[in-house]
């Protein structure tokens, strides 16, 4: 009942670009945070970038800051996140989640209640 389907991955060159998609449904999407996350082969899954749920705030881990953009069409139930200016480490799968709030007021983790989809895969490579 609850989904999120990512989607916009794909083969791109260092330098490149690509926006990715993520389609919510069974659950009120606009009442949550919502974030990406990103898991590279051999790697622990990381946060990439969250948005609030009212469009006030984003967030961006500093290996991504200043390349990519998070957003959300509430009206739409739908995540995006644009990444430009690829590089080969951006390389991995791509996950659209619910995004839970550390109590730092800043940073961002999975709880066990949040909700996250199959992911898309992102390949940076000449």
């Known amino acids: 009942q609850v989904q999120l389907v990512e989607s916009g991955g794909g083969l791109v060159q260092p330098g490149g670009s690509l926006r990715l998609s993520c389609a919510a449904s069974g659950f009120t999407f606009s009442s949550f945070n919502m974030g990406w996350f990103r898991q590279a082969p051999g790697k622990e899954r990381e946060f990439v970038a969250a948005i609030t749920w009212n469009r006030s705030y984003t967030y961006y881990a500093d290996s991504v800051k200043g390349r990519f953009t998070i957003s959300r069409d509430n009206a739409k139930n739908t995540l995006y996140l644009q990444m430009n200016t690829l590089k080969a480490e951006d390389t991995a799968d791509y996950y659209c989640?619910?995004?839970?709030?550390?109590?730092?007021?800043?940073?961002?983790?999975?709880?066990?209640?949040?909700?996250w989809g199959q992911g898309t895969q992102v390949t940076v490579s000449s």
């Open positions: 989640a619910t995004a839970t709030r550390g109590r730092d007021g800043s940073s961002w983790y999975l709880a066990n209640d949040d909700v």
